[in-house]
C-alpha cells in the first residue's frame, strides 16, 4: 500500500489565487520530504527540501516567497502556491525517505494543478 | 547538481521488440536507482545497483551498473505495452535527491 499520500490529486484554480498541497507520510516519520515539479513526458525536477523545524532549501531558480513550504510535523509537509499563474500549472510530487538504506526512497501519487 | 543524462530521451517500438536505455554521469555514484513512472503516479523503484560491473534482472528487465560507477543501462527484452512509461535512473538518496533526465517509452501493440 501506500506509504506517502498527497491531497489533493488534482486541483484547478483561478489565477492569482493559492493553492494548497499536502504530503503525508504513512506510518513513518519523515524528517525530510522533497518537492518535485514535472511537465508531461520530462523528468522530475527538484524544487525544494523540506525540513521539519526547520527553513526549507530551495533549488537555485526556485522562488521561495512563490512557493511556500511548510514542514509542519514529521509526517505532514505542505506546499503552497501562490498567486498562481498559468505558467505554475504542472504536476507536483513529494517524496520522504525512510531512515537508513539506499532503497528508502517512497513518493507520493502526485498532485496535477491547473491554473486558468 | 549532480547531472545524469538519459538517453534516447524518447523511444516508441512495437510489441515484442528489445530496447536499452542509458544512463551516463561524469560523477561516480555509491549506487544508482532505476524508476518507472506511469502516467499520473509517483515514480515506482525497480531496482537499486550498487557494485560496479553488476547486473540485475527484473523479469524482462536487465539492469547494469559500469564498472567505473559512472553511468547505467537498463535493457528491456521483448518488450510490452505494460512496459510504457517514463524510466528515470538517480543516484541513492542523500541530503537532495536529483533525478536522470529520463527516457519516455512507448510500447506499440
Known amino acids: 500500500g501506500a506509504v506517502v499520500s498527497q491531497h489533493p490529486s488534482r486541483v484547478i484554480c483561478k489565477s492569482g489565487t493559492s493553492v494548497k498541497i499536502e504530503c503525508r507520510s504513512l506510518d513513518f516519520q519523515a524528517t525530510t520530504m522533497f518537492w518535485y515539479r514535472q511537465f508531461p513526458k520530462k523528468s522530475l525536477m527538484l524544487m525544494a527540501t523540506s525540513n521539519e523545524g526547520s527553513k526549507a532549501t530551495y533549488e537555485q531558480g526556485v522562488e521561495k516567497d512563490k512557493f511556500l513550504i511548510n514542514h509542519a510535523s514529521l509526517t505532514l509537509s505542505t506546499l503552497t502556491v501562490t498567486s498562481a499563474h498559468p505558467e505554475d500549472s504542472s504536476f507536483y510530487i513529494c517524496s520522504a525517505p525512510l531512515a537508513g538504506g539506499p532503497d528508502a526512497q517512497y513518493f507520493g501519487p502526485g498532485t496535477r494543478l491547473t491554473v486558468l | 547538481t549532480q547531472l545524469l543524462e538519459q538517453s534516447p530521451q524518447f523511444l516508441s517500438i512495437q510489441e515484442g521488440e528489445n530496447l536499452t536505455v542509458y544512463c551516463n554521469s561524469s560523477s561516480v555514484f555509491s549506487s544508482l536507482q532505476w524508476y518507472r513512472q506511469e502516467p499520473g503516479e509517483g515514480p515506482v523503484l525497480l531496482v537499486t545497483?550498487?557494485?560496479?560491473?553488476e547486473v540485475k534482472k527484473l523479469k524482462r528487465l536487465t539492469f547494469q551498473f559500469g564498472d567505473a560507477r559512472k553511468d547505467s543501462s537498463l535493457h528491456i527484452t521483448a518488450a510490452q505495452p505494460g512496459d510504457t512509461g517514463l524510466y528515470l535512473c538517480a543516484p541513492s538518496p542523500g541530503n537532495q535527491f536529483y533525478f536522470g533526465t529520463g527516457t519516455s517509452l512507448t510500447v506499440i501493440p
Open positions: 545497483v550498487v557494485t560496479g560491473g
